[in-house]
């Protein structure tokens, strides 16, 4: 399977946007991009997906390079609660497991 | 409500005994996984499951073992030839056509071998 790169922390403060990146240079064509976020001792959560089109939806927005080989899970207003391990996650037809990184640790200060 | 249930939530064993994780869900999904996480890490593959009575390796299954008799239930049994399993322990499920779709995931076990 295809691997993604994130960054191992961001900050942000309340109210404020937030923008996590995650590199998958080696995607295939029929990979899709998925984003889940975990909160402390809990399971992950799916936040969103996407293919080739930038997707919207009540938690966040997912922005998605031409190339897609990059792409950027968008939070317009960061709360307390966001706080949390996110991981970008490649799906594609080689399996159906989700095979998870380190992720990007976010810290949201008020 | 339809979800996924893990239990218990917390469990302790004494080395070299067998315990078993139970992993229950009523949203009739096909596929079902189990995964292991420790402090600081990401999760990694243990077991999955795409069908009733059939199961996979993941990427660190040795000291593990499961079973698939009904589609709802994937339990884990911890062995005792697991050399570290004091871990956080996640069940998920998803439908057999998962790529384009979410995976659910229970609220964990936490095991700890005392």
């Known amino acids: 399977d295809a691997k993604t790169t994130q960054p191992n922390s961001m900050e942000s403060n309340e109210e404020e946007p937030v923008h996590l990146p995650c590199n998958h240079s080696?995607?295939?064509?029929?990979?899709?991009i998925h984003w889940y976020r975990q909160l402390p001792s809990q399971g992950p959560e799916y936040v969103i997906h996407?293919?080739?089109s930038n997707v919207n939806n009540r938690m966040a927005s997912l922005a998605i390079a031409e190339d897609r080989k990059s792409s950027t899970l968008i939070l317009h207003r960061a709360t307390l609660r966001d706080a949390a391990v996110y991981y970008c996650i490649l799906r594609g037809n080689s399996g159906y497991a989700l095979n998870f990184g380190k992720g990007t640790s976010l810290l949201v200060t008020p | 409500d339809g979800g996924i249930t893990q239990s218990p939530k917390y469990l302790f064993r004494k080395e070299g005994q067998n315990v078993t994780l139970s992993c229950e869900q009523n949203l009739n999904h096909d596929a079902m996984y189990w995964y292991r996480q420790d402090p600081g890490q990401g999760l990694r593959l243990i077991y999955y499951s795409q069908i009733v009575n059939d199961f996979q390796k993941g990427d660190i299954a040795e000291g593990y073992s499961v079973s698939r008799e009904k589609k709802e239930s994937f339990p884990l049994t911890v062995t005792s030839a697991q050399k570290n399993p004091t871990a956080f322990y996640l069940c998920a499920s998803s439908t057999l056509t998962g790529v384009n779709t979410e995976a659910f995931f229970g609220q964990g076990t936490r095991l700890t071998v005392v």
């Open positions: 996407g293919l080739t």
């Open positions: 080696t995607i295939s064509g029929t990979d899709y």
